[in-house]
């Protein structure tokens, strides 16, 4: 059975849709969530630090390490410290130097 959507509302949290079935009668809701630019940020950091642990088990298990493999290294750890800091603080209205 076709179905049609009508916008009904919209606030900074949601839209909530009237759904209608070919024959125009409503036979039910819908509401979408809109996603905050934290909740963005923070799900693209938590990403981010799923990805790291593989890094970082990498870099732990090679034997040897030359100074820019360090360097990098340490680059990188230095990032991940800092996503963990802003999700720890909730301070997620950016991602810069996660």
Sequence with gaps: MPTTRELVETTESFRRYLVRGDDGQVIGADVETISTPEQ????????????????NATHLAKTTTT??????HLRRVTQQNSALI?????LL??????
């Design 67 to 72: 100074n820019a493999d360090n360097t990098v």
């Design 40 to 55: 963005i940020n923070g799900a693209m950091i938590r990403g981010r630090l799923r990805q790291a642990l593989a890094v």
């Design 86 to 90: 802003r999700l720890m603080l909730e």
């Design 93 to 98: 209205e950016t991602v810069d130097g996660t």
